[in-house]
């Protein structure tokens, strides 16, 4: 470009140098009439009302300073573009997952602990408390409203059992954002529907998600449960038995597929009695270490939590399934 315009005639030069600069103002003008529109835009969505379990909450005015107290609400947050004054601390390496650092965008992300403290939430003044993800009581309820307007679950679900595109699209309204939300639910269940088109042999597979297996213990995750809102999404069924489940009663695990979720395969093939089950032994059993962006974007579960894994699971839960003992289903432990 800077050569084109040094072979030019000193008055061409002046000339386009001029319209450029006129239309380089344009463009900025256009630029600021867009971010005004879609400031706009967002204010007009206030104030809105929010019902929940415990009544409704009125937030007047787009929230600037919002603050998450729910376990994964940080994660649906972000994915509209609001990054929190403060968080509830749950993974510790959450804000080096690849979706979240993109959205960060070297900003950092405070936590204020691992329990509801009240006094370090005041101190971050926030103007909105996003509180799905967890098991809030009136009595809590009632210390976070009157700190700012607080928005927790829906009556008509269980508590911590909110779908994430029902919590993805109440977070959105919080934020003045439902038309961004609308777009994310669609594009998860586009990518969700485009993979079990191409994997029809997902649909009917019953697939054990089994979260922390540890000293011989495992937890079944059950129906319901966001941390397997993933799989839900592609088709496969949920085993009946959920909660904790002893080293004598591994045969629950023994299903179509197996999903082991915050330990490595090395780890659980040295116990026996795991290492002897068909699903193991089949090799239609897929794990992943808890300090892995897969492990916490199955427990965050946010829709670009959700797109990661999608794009990272898909083609082991189709090794997994194809009825060929002889695929391979690759070692996701460590997966980066």
Same mark, same amino acid.
């Given at each position: 470009?800077?050569?084109?315009?040094?072979?030019?005639?000193?008055?061409?030069?002046?000339?386009?140098?001029?319209?450029?600069?006129?239309?380089?103002?344009?463009?900025?003008?256009?630029?600021?009439?867009?971010?005004?529109?879609?400031?706009?835009?967002?204010?007009?969505?206030?104030?809105?009302?929010?019902?929940?379990?415990?009544?409704?909450?009125?937030?007047?005015?787009?929230?600037?300073?919002?603050?998450?107290?729910?376990?994964?609400?940080?994660?649906?947050?972000?994915?509209?573009?609001?990054?929190?004054?403060?968080?509830?601390?749950?993974?510790?390496?959450?804000?080096? $997952?690849?979706?979240?650092?993109?959205?960060?965008?070297?900003?950092?992300?405070?936590?204020?602990?691992?329990?509801?403290? $009240?006094?370090?939430?005041?101190?971050?003044?926030?103007?909105?408390?996003?509180?799905? $993800?967890?098991?809030?009581?009136?009595?809590?309820?009632?210390?976070?409203?009157?700190?700012?307007?607080?928005?927790?679950?829906?009556?008509?679900?269980?508590?911590?059992?909110?779908?994430?595109?029902?919590?993805?699209?109440?977070?959105?309204?919080?934020?003045?954002?439902?038309?961004?939300?609308?777009?994310?639910?669609?594009?998860?269940?586009?990518?969700?529907?485009?993979?079990?088109?191409?994997?029809?042999?997902?649909?009917?597979?019953?697939?054990?998600?089994?979260?922390?297996?540890?000293?011989?213990?495992?937890?079944?995750?059950?129906?319901?449960?966001?941390?397997?809102?993933?799989?839900?999404?592609?088709?496969?069924?949920?085993?009946?038995?959920?909660?904790?489940?002893?080293?004598?009663?591994?045969?629950?695990?023994?299903?179509?597929?197996?999903?082991?979720?915050?330990?490595?395969?090395?780890?659980?093939?040295?116990?026996?009695?795991?290492?002897?089950?068909?699903?193991?032994?089949?090799?239609?059993?897929?794990?992943?270490?808890?300090?892995? !962006?897969?492990?916490?974007?199955?427990?965050?579960?946010?829709?670009?939590?959700?797109? $990661?894994?999608?794009?990272?699971?898909? !083609?082991?839960?189709?090794?997994?399934?194809?009825?060929?003992?002889?695929?391979?289903?690759?070692?996701?432990?460590?997966?980066?």
């Amino acid at each position: 470009m800077t050569s084109r315009w040094l072979r030019a005639a000193a008055g061409l030069a002046a000339g386009l140098l001029l319209a450029s600069g006129l239309a380089a103002c344009g463009s900025d003008d256009d630029g600021a009439a867009s971010s005004s529109s879609a400031s706009s835009s967002a204010s007009s969505a206030f104030p809105v009302t929010i019902e929940h379990k415990f009544g409704s909450t009125t937030i007047e005015k787009q929230p600037t300073r919002v603050l998450t107290v729910g376990w994964n609400d940080q994660d649906f947050a972000l994915a509209l573009g609001v990054v929190p004054v403060s968080t509830r601390e749950w993974f510790t390496e959450y804000p080096t $997952y690849p979706w979240v650092a993109d959205k960060l965008g070297g900003k950092k992300l405070p936590t204020f602990s691992a329990e509801i403290n $009240y006094e370090a939430i005041i101190k971050q003044k926030p103007d909105l408390i996003l509180a799905i $993800y967890e098991t809030i009581s009136k009595e809590v309820y009632d210390k976070l409203s009157a700190i700012a307007p607080t928005v927790i679950q829906s009556k008509d679900y269980k508590d911590e059992e909110t779908p994430w595109d029902v919590q993805t699209l109440t977070t959105g309204r919080a934020l003045g954002k439902s038309a961004e939300a609308q777009a994310l639910v669609t594009k998860v269940k586009d990518a969700a529907a485009a993979a079990t088109e191409a994997h029809p042999e997902f649909a009917g597979k019953t697939l054990v998600e089994d979260y922390g297996p540890e000293n011989g213990s495992h937890w079944l995750i059950g129906a319901n449960d966001p941390r397997r809102a993933l799989f839900d999404l592609l088709g496969f069924k949920t085993q009946p038995d959920s909660g904790d489940v002893s080293e004598e009663r591994l045969d629950l695990l023994d299903k179509d597929v197996l999903f082991v979720n915050g330990a490595t395969k090395a780890d659980m093939l040295k116990r026996p009695v795991f290492a002897r089950l068909k699903v193991v032994s089949e090799d239609r059993t897929l794990y992943t270490g808890f300090d892995t !962006p897969l492990a916490g974007a199955l427990s965050y579960s946010g829709p670009d939590a959700l797109l $990661y894994a999608l794009e990272t699971l898909v !083609p082991e839960l189709a090794a997994a399934t194809d009825g060929k003992p002889s695929t391979p289903v690759k070692d996701l432990s460590t997966a980066a």
